[in-house]
């Protein structure tokens, strides 16, 4: 059973992007003075949320043109 060579550059392209983000929160995250409020702890928990909803209502709406 070969192994596709695109699938495993995507898997890869993840995981370097992970670990990239990662290391970002972990050592630029602390130098960061965020309030910890209701609003802003919303904003973080949603917002991956609602940008993939909208990233997959573009990509619909272009594949039904």
Known sequence: MPVNVDIFVFILKVLVLSLGISLLIKYAGPLVAI????????????????????ILLIRQQRSNV
């Open 35 to 54: 309030a910890p409020t209701i609003p802003t702890v919303l904003a973080l928990i949603l917002s991956p949320s609602l940008i993939l909803m909208f």
